[in-house]
């Protein structure tokens, strides 16, 4: 038997829907429409982020919102464009069963260029600007490796920072591997370490240019992380993966480099670096960077096509103060340097900063995930995503 609703509580409900939910859903659909940065818009929270240029120059964002139900995680992309501050499109939605245990979102900026995600820790997804949505890779990895992933994936995460293109994916079977798209290469984990150490580097052609840091492990160097910016020549190959080689410098006066000096090679004047080294990673040509003094902590964030930017700490001490500073890699000149707590937007003094370059310049990411800055090659500001005024909420 169907039981009727009385008229008066069908009215109560029509003025609940019209005065409450009514207005609530056309706000959150017309703020959608717009930027996307409102934080009333129910998307959950914002896991990952990128910023890219497009072919006609306009600035592009990409974040991925986040919010859970008892069985789902959902996950919303938004594009937006910078400039216009206007969402581009209609949001992509993803739904995945619910992993309480899942990592964050991660979006990555690879070495060639192309946008790359990992959702709940066993999702991968690439950018596709044609089609401006990410489009899911799992079958193609399954397919392309049917040897080792054709059970299907159990995790995976991206590679650190010295490894641009690096999968670390662990299969349903429980095994793990190195693997690298672009390159169409897998290794067991572990295996492509003896796989660069046995790479014939005298046989190839291309070389490629990078700055990085050189941490001391010195004598001399007694306190704090010291490292210097060194400027070095990689040989390349294009049909092997690529891993940014890991450098210590020695001072001429250590007793490992007085008792056997023609083991190591001059990076400046009284501090030298192991020959060994140099060759196990086809490095040569290494010199320090003279434009930038002995620093400490010195870590670099991201790299484009002309700049390097780099954080370091401005004394050896606990609690100190980080820099950023940004050289060009054609002239080796500084360019750029400021202090994070010059910059409110960095939450934390930032000690939790990271960033993505993009052509023209790099973006912050700071505590939380939350979006901070797009800055240009001259390290001006271009976008302020004011995080440390959401902090107050």
Not at 40 to 45: Q, R, S, Y
């Amino acid at each position: 038997m169907i039981k009727r609703i009385p008229p008066l509580y069908q009215m109560a409900g029509a003025l609940v829907l019209l005065f409450f939910v009514l207005p609530y859903g056309l706000t959150w659909l017309q703020a959608l429409r717009q930027s996307g940065q409102s934080k009333e818009l129910p998307l959950g929270d914002v896991e990952a982020s990128a910023v890219y240029q497009a072919d006609d120059g306009s600035l592009r964002m990409l974040r991925v919102m986040k919010h859970t139900t008892e069985r789902e995680d959902v996950f919303q992309i938004l594009h937006n464009d910078l400039q216009a501050r206007q969402l581009i499109g209609e949001p992509q939605r993803v739904t995945l069963p619910r992993d309480a245990y899942a990592k964050s979102a991660q979006m990555r900026v690879q070495a060639d260029g192309q946008i790359a995600l990992v959702l709940n820790g066993r999702d991968w997804w690439l950018w596709s600007g044609e089609r401006s949505l990410f489009e899911p890779m799992n079958a193609a990895l399954s397919q392309r490796f049917a040897g080792q992933l054709a059970t299907g994936v159990a995790k995976m995460a991206f590679g650190g920072q010295r490894e641009p293109d690096l999968l670390d994916i662990t299969s349903n079977t429980g095994d793990r591997y190195a693997v690298y798209w672009r390159t169409g290469e897998i290794y067991p984990w572990g295996e492509q370490q003896q796989r660069l150490l046995q790479r014939p580097w005298g046989q190839y052609r291309n070389t490629v240019e990078r700055i990085d840091y050189a941490d001391f492990r010195t004598d001399v160097a007694r306190y704090g992380l010291p490292s210097t910016l060194v400027h070095y020549r990689q040989k390349l190959s294009e049909n092997e993966f690529q891993q940014l080689p890991l450098l210590t410098v020695h001072s001429t006066s250590d007793a490992v480099v007085r008792a056997a000096p023609r083991r190591y090679q001059a990076v400046s004047d009284g501090f030298v670096v192991a020959r060994q080294s140099l060759q196990e990673a086809g490095v040569t040509d290494i010199a320090q960077v003279a434009s930038v003094p002995v620093q400490f902590s010195g870590e670099v964030l991201a790299r484009n096509a002309d700049r390097v930017l780099m954080r370091y700490e401005a004394t050896p001490t606990t609690p100190a103060e980080v820099v950023l500073q940004m050289v060009d890699v054609h002239s080796l000149q500084l360019v750029w340097s400021q202090s994070t707590r010059a910059m409110p937007q960095l939450l934390s003094d930032g000690y939790y900063l990271m960033a993505q370059p993009w052509k023209g310049g790099f973006y912050l990411v700071t505590t939380q995930n939350l979006p901070a800055l797009v800055i240009d090659n001259a390290g001006k500001t271009l976008f302020d995503f004011q995080p440390q005024k959401r902090e107050q909420f």
